[in-house]
């Protein structure tokens, strides 16, 4: 059983940057994010394969945000920069440990999450 542990939310302003950590209790082959607003659905950020460093983003925050891993301490990071109001969200890491499985950002493709820690973006 894989134990994921986020770190790195809180408050900023509009335009201002936070970086969130993820270490996960053993070696995982794929990490990603994914958030959460009051009301909304559980949305994919960023995703990659930690062997590789193969990496994908959401649209919406392609440009402004940065998945990295660190494997010699099976952390994964999450650099947001431009910040704005609509990122506001709960914020989970994920994890799968199988090599077979969807290369999306789909929430089905992961099988290990989180707490989750909370980002607000105020303007």
């Known amino acids: 059983q894989v134990q994921l542990v986020e770190s790195g939310g809180g408050s900023v302003q509009a335009g201002g940057s936070l970086r969130l950590s993820c270490a996960a209790s053993?070696?995982?082959?794929?990490m990603g994010w994914f958030r959460q607003a009051p009301g909304k659905e559980r949305e994919g950020v960023a995703g990659?394969?930690?062997?590789?460093?193969?990496?994908s983003y959401a649209d919406s925050v392609k440009g402004r945000f940065t998945i990295s891993r660190d494997n010699t301490k099976n952390t994964v990071y999450l650099q947001m920069n431009s910040l704005k109001p609509e990122d506001t969200a709960m914020y989970y890491c994920?994890?799968?440990?199988?090599?077979?499985?969807?290369?999306?950002?789909?929430?089905?493709?992961?099988?290990?999450w989180g707490q989750g820690t909370q980002v607000t973006v105020s303007q």
């Open positions: 994920a994890a799968r440990t199988s090599v077979s499985g969807s290369g999306s950002l789909r929430a089905d493709a992961f099988n290990y």
């Open positions: 053993e070696y995982t082959y794929r």
């Open positions: 990659i394969y930690v062997g590789s460093g193969a990496t």
